[in-house]
């Protein structure tokens, strides 16, 4: 039996969840190895029954969006992309998770995908970690000593940038 269906077997609750932060780390850890496409599928329903964002967020911070990633990039059977599109929809993805696992250029991609229902899902996503994007610029852009006044506009005639 392979390393991943023991530890499922092992470790999941009776609704198929994972219930501590330690546990989510391993299966994370795990993902690196081969996968078939039913270990990626039981993963993926393992995820999903998990409902604390506390531990998922444990699951996002312990590189297993990477894994994520490269199963984005491999060759998914019909109705693999959704799945785990159903997947990323649930998870607590946070800017820095993505940025650390290239992620969102996958997901760009997919935009372009064959199954239009794929490509809708894909920019969706791609919107919502935007909205991240721009509600965590906003606070940084004050902190960075914007006062939030604009500058005057030129007076009406002038041509050239005013000089230092």
């Not at 092992?10 to 546990?23: I, P």
């Not at 039981?42 to 996002?60: H, N, P």
């Not at 959704?82 to 969102?104: C, I, K, N, Q, Y």
């Amino acid at each position: 039996m392979s390393p991943i269906l023991e530890f499922l077997g092992r470790e999941t609750a009776d609704d198929d969840s994972l219930s501590t932060g330690d546990k989510l780390r391993t299966l994370a850890a795990l993902l690196t190895n081969e996968m078939s496409t039913t270990e990626r599928e039981l993963v993926v329903v393992t995820l999903l029954a998990t409902k604390q964002k506390a531990l998922l967020d444990v699951f996002v911070n312990s590189k297993g969006l990477k894994a994520v990633d490269a199963w984005l990039g491999s060759d998914l059977p019909p109705g693999g992309v959704a799945r785990v599109l159903d997947l990323l929809e649930h998870l607590p993805v946070t800017l820095s998770a993505l940025a650390a696992s290239g992620l969102g250029k996958t997901i760009n991609r997919l935009r372009k995908h064959a199954d239009v229902g794929v490509q809708g899902r894909s920019g969706e996503l791609l919107k919502r970690w935007k909205s991240l994007a721009a509600a965590g610029a906003a606070p940084a852009a004050a902190d960075a000593g914007s006062s939030g006044v604009k500058r005057p506009a030129p007076t009406a005639g002038a041509s050239e940038p005013p000089t230092k």
